[in-house]
């Protein structure tokens, strides 16, 4: 669509990493696991998937915690590598097996248990999927190879990756040989990057954030201490009856600002996508689920997170009245501009 | 008891030694009723309703041929795999060896296009690093390798896959696609090459397609296909269980019993995943799941792996080593802990099968087969050596001593053997690979199997006998090391009756006696009259399960 992907791929000058091609074979396995487990038939379901990744310490598990608790309405899988890690209030729990934790408020955290193909295919086929499923990554994973095999699923779309980076840490480990070819991976596969223990590093913020926008250019850049960021910010939009949908910052850091259109008759479906694409950089996030004049028998799901834009047509039944559209914008309150949104988004 | 069915024939070979010949078979529910001819089978047919069957009457029946060591159910994707990264790197065969420029990519990706005779089959090539191998492919360089085969190409680390034309007709990318990182040529037309996240997801949602046809229920059949046309009628699936031991058992449970599958098939599992799963347990288990056997489906033993493998160079070697000074791998079980984790399957009464490539690994192996016996001494165990690729005498004398069996890969006599003493295992290892002639002197029971499609050799029983007893090497004149040969009879056993005994399986499979169940291997020729070297060239008419026909 664009002059640069007329272009052939650019030669990369990075340096080969010697645990990448590690990585490459497990995603091809979990791939060639995924032909021989995932049914031939294209799933009739489109789970929202976010992976979170950062390195050992970023706090992962903190933000993991934090959306079981706080899932605002949805019911959130959550799939981990390390059960012991997690720490869920006791009271929360309503049972426990040998891979599942499942909470009262619908929630549920599953062991990966060394094959995510087979975890994710569990999800699909429950009863009832869960709502969002949010994968934390190995901490020393590229998480590109991890995001391909669970794409190798076709009932689960990528709705986002987060990479958090300890902001304690970060200098020191990106400029460590050792370390730097992970960041980096990390870094350039994420949509946002989410500071940690940003409150540990007041006279520092900006010369850390010098080094993520270095290291991966364009990033949306959020910061947060104890995993603290709204599930909306998060998490994606899912076409099931089941799904809330909106944005509820209220007891979240006030850093951020939301606003909701909706539409009653059917869109049109260019004036919308060209009014989305002309969004300010400060909206974090976009995602709609859309009715559109020219496809009515169809539901159509948008999301943009970061630089990254998908429009997919769902067959799942829409939350949504016949007809109906709805959108929500979630922005950085500082710089939110209400009146410039509403100009491109009436 | 159903009728008796008189299968008439140019020559019975039973593969009873007792009675090695005979004119027809008859056969009764699904069984062996009688073997010999029409007026010897009178007692017999007189007594009970038959019909005479004329179909083979100018065709030579064997009994059908056992391949004791074959992985059917194993991810096509995973044959299809090939490493073309700049750097050495370790892959499920063994180390794979580093190709550093671009020629060495370009190479490499030729060979492996011509190595599976089906022209559909995918490739799959991982380890591209454009920075330092020239940079990236794309798709018209692809074409030029294979136009029918799609191809694959991943770079080393996960962010680049490039395709063919064949494979981008697969990936279905429509030609004006909006997808961010689908690449282009100047003029507009794709390239080939699928840069990051989503561009990188249909690329590879095509390869997971392409390979999910080839494996799985239609993988297991197109097998099955491959083997009757070979005259094989039992094989054993080495490696059970790998993956999810429920799972694989489901897939197997809906193709091998089914009436349409031309095979029985012996599932050993891997002690490796049983240990995963069970802990200490896993005999325990085993012996319950056993329970499920069937006539035509049927646990049997388990599987231990002591080094690495024969065509990868990575099995392991007594002293002088590798040609390059270097040596292969041990496997996940350190060689000191092995007799531990044989143990509780020994004192169970599971037969316990363990891949041994390399002199090295044979020592380590017999080592702890030793300490087994003096844990709980045992006869008749049949703690089967699998491969025994490279060995010497005294081992064989060894494997008797302590009354083990082997299964032996020989078809790298032929296929490999030149190539490796030149890159290695050096001369005099790789002449005298599988040292079948040794094992009957010393009195080893052992069987021929082709680990088919884990290795670029044939199933083809008949071709493993033909190498048994010729020693012909590719140049298709050199005969190595001649004392290492057998006889026809020896090596039709090894195809046979003695691969039913290596699977425990010899009362019921591996000769025609009365009892045993009718699998027939139905050939155009006598194995016993033709010019020994014409063994692998006799045509087969196809086989019969359990009394049932199925032609080629």
Redesign the interface.
């Known amino acids: 669509?664009t002059a640069e992907?007329?272009?052939?791929?650019d030669?990369?000058?990075?340096?080969?990493?010697?645990t990448?091609?590690?990585?490459?074979?497990a995603?091809?396995?979990g791939?060639?696991?995924?032909?021989?487990?995932?049914p031939?038939a294209v799933a009739p379901i489109s789970l929202p998937l976010t992976i979170v990744s950062g390195f050992l310490g970023a706090g992962k598990t903190t933000l993991v915690n934090r959306l079981l608790s706080e899932p605002g309405g949805r019911r959130i899988a959550v799939l981990v590598n390390d059960f012991a890690a997690v720490n869920i209030d006791e009271e929360l729990i309503r049972f426990q097996s040998e891979d599942t934790i499942g909470l009262t408020n619908g929630c549920a955290c599953c062991s990966i248990n060394g094959?995510l193909v087979?975890a994710i295919q569990r999800l699909v086929e429950r009863k009832e999927p869960p709502d969002a499923i949010v994968l934390e990554a190995s901490g020393l994973a590229?998480p590109?190879?991890i995001?391909?095999v669970a794409?190798?699923n076709?009932a689960i779309r990528?709705d986002a990756?987060l990479a958090l980076v300890d902001c304690e840490t970060f200098p020191e480990r990106i400029r460590d040989e050792r370390t730097r070819p992970t960041m980096l991976?990390q870094l350039s596969?994420a949509d946002i990057v989410v500071m940690s223990k940003s409150d540990l590093i007041e006279d520092r913020r900006d010369m850390i954030k010098g080094l993520i926008e270095s290291a991966a250019p364009g990033r949306t850049v959020l910061e947060a201490t104890h995993g603290d960021i709204p599930a909306d910010i998060v998490l994606g939009v899912n076409a099931s009856p089941s799904s809330t949908f909106g944005c509820s910052d209220t007891g979240h850091h006030t850093s951020f600002a939301s606003t909701t259109r909706s539409w009653s008759t059917p869109a049109d479906r260019d004036a919308i996508m060209r009014a989305l694409r002309e969004l300010p950089p400060n909206v974090i996030r976009a995602k709609g689920i859309f009715c559109f004049k020219d496809d009515e028998q169809r539901r159509f799901v948008y999301q943009r997170v970061g630089k990254?834009e998908?429009l997919e047509a769902v067959s799942a039944p829409s939350s949504i009245a016949q007809h109906a559209s709805r959108l929500v914008l979630i922005g950085f309150s500082e710089q939110w501009d209400e009146a410039e949104v509403s100009r491109l988004v009436p | 008891m159903g009728d008796i069915t008189v299968y008439l024939a140019r020559k019975v070979v039973t593969m009873d030694p007792g009675r090695p010949f005979a004119q027809c078979v008859a056969v009764r529910d699904g069984r062996v009723l009688s073997t010999g001819t029409i007026e010897t089978m009178q007692p017999w047919l007189k007594r009970y309703p038959y019909k005479i069957d004329d179909t083979f009457a100018d065709k030579v029946i064997l009994p059908g041929f056992i391949d004791p060591h074959t992985h059917f159910a194993f991810s096509a994707g995973y044959l299809a795999m090939h490493y073309i990264g700049p750097i050495d790197s370790p892959g499920p065969h063994g180390i794979n060896k580093g190709l550093p420029t671009r020629a060495e990519v370009l190479a490499k990706l030729r060979e492996a296009a011509k190595t599976d005779a089906d022209p559909s089959a995918p490739l799959i090539a991982w380890g591209l690093d454009p920075a330092s191998q020239g940079g990236h492919l794309h798709r018209d360089e692809l074409d030029a390798i294979s136009l029918d085969r799609p191809m694959w190409v991943i770079s080393y680390a996960p962010h680049f896959i490039y395709l063919n034309s064949a494979a981008l007709e697969r990936a279905k990318v429509p030609d004006n696609t909006n997808v961010h990182g689908v690449m282009r040529y100047p003029d507009g037309r794709l390239n080939g090459q699928f840069v990051e996240l989503e561009a990188g997801r249909l690329a590879l949602g095509a390869m997971r397609e392409a390979i999910a046809e080839r494996g799985g229920v239609d993988g297991l059949k197109r097998m099955g296909d491959i083997a009757r046309k070979a005259g094989v009628t039992t094989t054993a699936e080495m490696i059970f269980g790998k993956g999810n031991f429920e799972n694989e058992w489901a897939l197997h449970a809906k193709v091998v019993p089914d009436e349409s599958f031309p095979l029985r098939m012996g599932l050993v599992s891997l002690e490796l995943a049983l240990y995963a799963d069970h802990g200490s347990k896993g005999a325990d288990f085993l012996l319950d799941a056993m329970k499920r056997s069937g006539d035509k489906l049927f646990f049997h033993g388990v599987k231990f792996l002591s080094d690495g493998s024969f065509p990868a160079m990575s099995l392991r070697l007594n002293f002088p080593g590798y040609l390059d000074g270097s040596n292969g791998l041990r496997n996940d079980v350190p060689w000191d802990e092995l007799h531990e984790r044989m143990l509780p399957y020994w004192k169970a009464g599971i037969q316990i099968h363990c891949h041994a490539n390399g002199d090295e690994a044979v020592d380590a192996s017999l080592n702890a087969l030793a300490k087994l016996q003096k844990a709980q001494p045992q006869f008749d165990h049949r703690f089967t050596l699998e491969h025994y690729c490279i060995s010497t005498p005294d081992q064989a004398r060894r494997l008797k001593a302590l009354g083990g069996a082997a299964s032996v890969n020989n078809y790298f006599v032929h296929y490999r053997s030149q190539l490796h003493a030149e890159e290695g295992f050096g001369p005099d290892r790789s002449e005298a690979v599988a040292r079948l002639g040794s094992l009957e002197r010393e009195g080893v029971i052992f069987a021929l199997h082709s680990d088919y499609s884990l290795v670029l050799v044939p199933l083809h029983p008949l071709t493993a006998a033909w190498v048994a007893v010729n020693r012909i090497a590719l140049d298709g004149k050199t005969v190595l090391a001649p004392g290492e040969r057998i006889g026809v009879e020896r090596a039709l056993r090894a195809i046979t009756i003695d691969a039913a005994y290596v699977l425990g399986a010899e009362q019921r499979l591996g000769s025609l006696e009365p009892g045993k169940f009718a699998d027939f291997a139905v050939l155009e020729a006598d194995p016993f009259e033709v010019d020994p070297v014409d063994l692998k060239d006799i045509n087969i008419w196809g086989t019969v399960l359990g009394g049932k026909p199925q032609p080629a």
């Open positions: 669509m992907s007329r272009d052939q791929a030669d990369v000058a990075v340096p080969v990493n010697p990448a091609g590690k990585e490459t074979l995603m091809l396995m791939i060639f696991e995924a032909a021989r487990v995932v031939r094959d087979n590229d590109r190879g995001a391909q794409l190798a076709p990528l990756i991976a596969a990254r998908s």
